[in-house]
């Protein structure tokens, strides 16, 4: 008998007096010891399939075939039994941490609920367990993070907070949601290592949910590939990847982004500088809150962007490579100079600023907590609009239209509101509304993380295609090498926000120079 056991698995959502399916017919096993992939689309049911195994769809889910843990049935448990099973037997890495983590609790308390509840552990114990758990995902110096609160933390910090939770009562399965896709490279491959580990060690079983075929490949024992709630195709990851057998799968194997952006016209003007930017946060302490230390986040950070051209930016996690693009847009303070479109920007007003912002958008790393829960997707996308009077004399929702399929959304969908999206459709909704305003430097914050690699593919593409018909600068920062090999012209490499090296694209991945580049590069190959 199987440890998990999936048998024609359908769920369908009540909307509007109607029945809409999700998933159908699924069916697959875990086993102790065993890693089983499912791959597919964003919107493919993977998600919903995984929520299904201990009833965290909600009400309005109708849920038909059968779950079983441990012979247990899982459909139709109550409650009680339920909460036994949640976060103790079988646990959860969801896609988005900051929608996961209580923001008013520091992370030391959400580690420490978890581990009081399962295993009763409190105080010097827990702490202790809480420091073990956190060094074993990779976060430097726990004990300066256990008062920490999650927007204190980077996207790849908030993760990795995640993962510990997971791991905290040594499950006995673990059912992962996207769980490296806000990590770096390097952090990407401890994590990995990590969970096999455990795998190993616990005879613990993995429900692995992505849309990335490499760490498929790396982890998985069976994929089972989803599409449009169906698994159309499933067995050994090795026979899979060898001889797919459905078009999709083959389609999906075959998404990766490839070329490289068009050469810097000669004599572009130069958009944006950055002259030995330096960014330190304060550290207080005492009662008259002294300053005792600082935060280095960047030091002497010095960049060129011109128009029509990429700078790609690349490190771990807490590197500093969102701190400076923040500081770049003056939107936290910084020490050095600042230049966009030949003007020293650095002392200028809040008021002086706002005629720019047009002209230099973001888009956030986490979108779900970008994007207002209260709008619709119309709203979100053509707020800037009204803002920034762009193009008065046509209709907002006809320009919101032609933005969300340039951004592969359907523009049927632009009065819906953003939980009704999946993960990779709210990215490009936050791609969208930056687009829309047609800027001259767009900074994009891992635009591509939460998406599955065909849209990925598109996204680039669509990218290299307006830069190349509107002059677009970019600053882009990612942990995906291949997607910043095939959109940059230049890369920087930020490690404890020094740059360690900086270059033509094809001359610091072929090439690199320092050893820390040396193993980004090996990490992701």
């Not at 005492?286 to 600082?294: A, C, F, I, P």
């Amino acid at each position: 008998m199987s440890l998990l056991e999936v048998e024609n698995l359908t769920v369908a959502f009540r909307q509007d007096g109607q029945s809409v399916r999700a998933v159908h017919g699924v069916s697959f096993t875990v086993d102790r010891g065993e890693t089983v992939a499912l791959v597919g689309e964003s919107g493919s049911g993977k998600s919903v399939t995984a929520l299904s195994t201990v009833s965290l769809l909600g009400s309005s889910a109708e849920v038909q075939g059968s779950v079983t843990y441990d012979g247990q049935q899982m459909i139709g448990a109550d409650e009680a039994r339920l909460r036994q099973v949640r976060g103790n037997d079988i646990s959860f890495i969801f896609q988005e941490p900051m929608t996961s983590l209580n923001p008013l609790h520091s992370i030391e308390k959400q580690l420490g609920e978890s581990l009081a509840l399962h295993q009763g552990l409190t105080g010097a114990a827990a702490r202790a367990r809480i420091l073990d758990l956190l060094h074993k995902v990779g976060i430097r110096d726990p004990e300066t993070r256990l008062g920490a609160y999650p927007h204190q933390l980077s996207g790849g910090q908030r993760q990795r907070v995640m993962i510990a939770m997971a791991l905290a009562n040594k499950p006995d399965i673990l059912i992962a949601d996207e769980p490296t896709t806000a990590l770096d490279v390097t952090i990407q491959a401890q994590i990995l290592d990590l969970l096999a580990d455990l795998k190993a060690e616990e005879g613990m079983g993995l429900l692995f949910i992505t849309h990335d075929l490499g760490i498929v490949r790396r982890v998985a024992d069976k994929v089972c590939v989803m599409k449009d709630g169906e698994i159309v195709e499933a067995g050994p990851t090795e026979t899979v990847f060898a001889d797919p057998q459905h078009p999709y799968t083959r389609k999906l194997l075959a998404a990766e982004p490839q070329g490289a952006p068009d050469p810097v016209p000669d004599g572009a003007e130069e958009i944006v500088r950055t002259d030995h930017l330096k960014v330190w946060f304060p550290i207080q302490r005492g009662l008259m809150r002294k300053t005792v230390d600082h935060v280095r986040a960047v030091n002497d950070a010095t960049l060129s962007v011109r128009a029509g051209e990429t700078l790609g930016i690349v490190g771990e996690s807490g590197s500093g490579k969102t701190t400076l693009a923040l500081a770049l847009m003056r939107l936290i303070a910084s020490d050095g100079g600042i230049t966009f479109d030949g003007q020293d920007i650095r002392q200028w007003s809040t008021r002086q600023l706002r005629r720019l912002r047009k002209d230099m958008q973001i888009v956030f790393q986490d979108p779900f907590g970008s994007l207002s829960p209260r709008m619709t997707c119309a709203q979100i996308i053509a707020e800037g609009l009204a803002i920034h009077r762009v193009d008065p004399h046509r209709a907002p929702r006809e320009l919101v239209a032609e933005v969300m399929e340039e951004t592969g959304l359907n523009p049927a969908a632009m009065d819906r509101y953003p939980h009704e999206f999946s993960g990779g459709q709210r990215q490009r909704i936050a791609i969208a509304r930056a687009m829309v305003l047609r800027p001259r430097l767009l900074v994009l914050d891992e635009p591509t993380s939460a998406l599955d690699m065909t849209v990925q593919v598109q996204i680039v593409n669509l990218l290299r295609d307006l830069q190349r018909r509107h002059g677009l600068a970019y600053l882009f920062i990612s942990h995906d090498l291949r997607v910043v090999r095939a959109m940059s012209h230049k890369v920087m490499v930020m490690k404890q926000g020094d740059v360690v090296e900086a270059g033509p694209a094809d001359s610091l991945f072929d090439t690199p120079q320092t050893d820390y580049t040396r193993t980004l590069v090996a990490a992701a190959g």
